[in-house]
Nanobody, 117 residues
Framework: LQFVESGGGLVQSGGSLRLSCAASGFAFSSADMSWYRQAPGHEREFVARIRRPGSRTNYADSVKGRFTISRDNARNTVYLQMNNLKPEDTAVYYC???????????WGKGTLVTVSS
């Protein structure tokens, strides 16, 4: 089982990035997929989630209206489109998958996003 995140980098405040997470060895279409992030000196926090059938989405208040999560089940990939980025969005972003509430949560190794002011 493997999640590989990509798309991170350095961007100026107000800019955009699109993160991708490709899953392998995982029943992607049967899982809820999420993005979390961890800034230096802070705990990991929830960013966004997209459910399996129906693709309902949830967002942290801090990113609502700026970030969009989506999935492509044919490609076993989940995306995070990030617009109007702010310096406080600087963090390592992690992809996560879970088959059911309370079940095992699987993680990628993360991709670094740095937003300069």
């Amino acid at each position: 089982l493997q999640f590989v995140e990509s798309g991170g980098g350095l961007v100026q405040s107000g800019g955009s990035l699109r993160l991708s997470c490709a899953a392998s060895g995982f029943a992607f279409s049967s899982a809820d997929m999420s993005w979390y992030r961890q800034a230096p000196g802070h705990e990991r926090e929830f960013v966004a989630r997209i459910r399996r059938p129906g693709s309902r989405t949830n967002y942290a208040d801090s990113v609502k209206g700026r970030f969009t999560i989506s999935r492509d089940n044919a490609r076993n990939t989940v995306y995070l489109q990030m617009n109007n980025l702010k310096p406080e969005d600087t963090a390592v972003y992690y992809c996560s998958g879970i088959y059911y509430e309370g079940g095992m949560q699987y993680w990628g190794k993360g991709t670094l996003v740095t937003v300069s002011s």
